[in-house]
């Protein structure tokens, strides 16, 4: 079974420059999640989804950063403008559900941003 | 909100002997306390985990143990191997789904 896939892995924009990234969660996996990794530190939650619906964004930064999650499957998260200190590795996590093991999390390899 | 700390933040042991990486929680109503190995280059990979209903766990070379009374939970790792080698967290999670992470402990084993 395929595991969470992210793209791009890597990606080097120049500031104020839009990006997104694209997340795949395990199949049939109810609950998506985007974190944000700063180097040597733990990975901090942006946004959660059950199936469609945003049910945790209260840390997304929501002037510069949006996410959606059309039809409860894949997921796109984007910056615009992006800022020196949005450079970060973005990992992409995804669950069965509460309602199957319960809050088990499987995360994709991520995806580095460098801001220049 | 929930909030993680972990310790040590860096850890060296030679090949064979043991490692342990401690966290507190500070959430009384957490209820599930996974354990995450990350390598270079990777996303973190669940190497076991322990529910609030549960004082220990083991899984061949790794260990958990949890303490809801001091709110703190451990990872016992025997036997390393240079292999085991990465950085480390915790994370305790709360009924609603809400994961929070400790920084990390990066593990060095010796040959």
């Known amino acids: 079974e395929a595991g969470v896939v992210q793209s791009p892995r890597y990606k080097i924009i120049e500031k104020k420059q839009p990006v997104a990234f694209w997340c795949n969660p395990i199949s049939g996996h109810n609950t998506l999640y985007w974190y944000l990794q700063n180097l040597g530190q733990g990975p901090e939650l942006l946004i959660r989804y059950e199936n469609e619906e945003a049910v945790d964004d209260s840390q997304l930064p929501k002037d510069r950063f949006s996410a959606e999650r059309l039809k409860g499957v894949d997921s796109t998260l984007k910056i615009q403008p992006a800022e020196l200190g949005d450079s970060a590795v973005y990992l992409c996590a995804s669950s069965p559900g509460p309602a199957v093991a319960k809050n088990i999390q499987y995360f994709g390899a991520g995806t580095r941003l460098s801001v220049l | 909100g929930e909030n993680v700390e972990q310790h040590p933040s860096t850890l060296s042991v030679q090949e064979g002997d043991s490692a342990v990486i401690k966290c507190t929680y500070s959430d009384s109503a957490s209820n599930y306390f996974p354990w995450y190995k990350q390598e270079l280059g990777k996303g973190p990979q669940l190497i076991i985990d322990?529910?609030?209903?549960?004082g220990e766990k083991k899984d061949q070379r790794i260990a958990v143990t949890l303490n809801k009374t001091a709110k703190h939970f451990s990872l016992h790792i025997t036997e390393t191997q240079p292999e085991d080698s990465a950085v480390y967290f915790c994370a305790a999670s709360l009924p609603s789904n809400d994961m929070r992470f400790g920084a990390g402990t990066r593990l060095t084993v010796k040959p």
């Open positions: 322990i529910r609030s209903n549960v």
